[in-house]
Nanobody, 126 residues
Framework: QVQLVESGGGLVQAGGSLRLSCAAS????????MGWFRQAPGKEREFVAA???????????YYADSVKGRFTISRNDANNTMYLRMNSLKPADTAVYYC????????????????WGQGTQVTVSS
């Protein structure tokens, strides 16, 4: 069993920045490929970003087109933590953000993720 706890959400003006954190329990975090999803009111949960496991070397990051160039996903395996740095935020980014993992297969599909956090609210005002 893996527990995932998000933090760092809040209210920010358009153009502002936030950094979300996802703290994971367990000793196998470094071997997990992880991701971020979001869900706005009345909409389906959508993929935001994913990060592979490092395997002792480099890792790979993947982004939804809507956030590419504005969001950065990263991880600190020593602290069992994953991050999502969000810059140039827009009102359309308003949603509950969830961290999830590990995933197996297509990182864009929520059904491929095994564990989920409880979510953290991000609200971007215009």
């Amino acid at each position: 069993q893996v527990q995932l706890v998000e933090s760092g959400g809040g209210l920010v003006q358009a153009g502002g920045s936030l950094r979300l954190s996802c703290a994971a329990s367990g000793r196998a975090f470094s071997s997990y490929a992880m991701g971020w999803f979001r869900q706005a009111p009345g909409k389906e949960r959508e993929f935001v970003a994913a990060i592979s496991w490092s395997g002792g070397s480099t890792y790979y990051a993947y982004y939804a087109d809507s956030v590419k160039g504005r969001f950065t996903i990263s991880r600190n395996d020593a602290n069992n933590t994953m991050y999502l740095r969000m810059n140039s935020l827009k009102p359309a980014d308003t949603a509950v953000y969830y961290c999830a993992g590990p995933y197996y297969g297509n990182y864009r599909l929520a059904s491929n993720y095994r564990y989920w956090g409880q979510g953290t609210q991000v609200t971007v005002s215009s």
